[in-house]
Nanobody, 121 residues
Framework: QVRLVESGGGLVQSGGSLTLSCAASGRFIRINAMDWYRQAPGKGREPVATITTGGSTNYADSVKGRFTISRDSAKNMVYLQMNSLKPEDTAIYYC???????????????WGQGTQVTVSS
């Protein structure tokens, strides 16, 4: 019931910047917390940043001070501003959202299809 579509990935040189966007659509009552995860080649999926409905944020230590997560709740969108990118940031970046689709069940987690970010050295 919640569809997430990421955009904004691409190829960037080390030290560069990219901004990822994720749009939520479908039939839901509310989107709660929204997150960005990433999965590098040969590695597991790891959390990058999260933002609550109240705007509280949390970041992985590896991206603190370089990445900023934000959201536009009116548009059901979440963003990830990535600065000072490093080759080790290369990964597929996924958006995750906790979507409330009925008052009779807790929110479920929904995932986007991912967007590739490649940082060249």
């Amino acid at each position: 019931q919640v569809r997430l579509v990421e955009s904004g990935g691409g190829l960037v040189q080390s030290g560069g910047s990219l901004t990822l966007s994720c749009a939520a659509s479908g039939r839901f009552i509310r989107i709660n917390a929204m997150d960005w995860y990433r999965q590098a080649p040969g590695k597991g999926r790891e959390p990058v940043a999260t933002i609550t409905t109240g705007g509280s944020t949390n970041y992985a230590d590896s991206v603190k001070g370089r990445f900023t997560i934000s959201r536009d709740s009116a548009k059901n969108m979440v963003y990830l501003q990535m600065n000072s990118l490093k080759p080790e940031d290369t990964a597929i970046y996924y958006c995750k959202a906790a979507g409330l689709t009925t008052w009779y069940h807790p929110p479920d987690d929904y995932w986007g299809q991912g967007t590739q970010v490649t940082v060249s050295s």
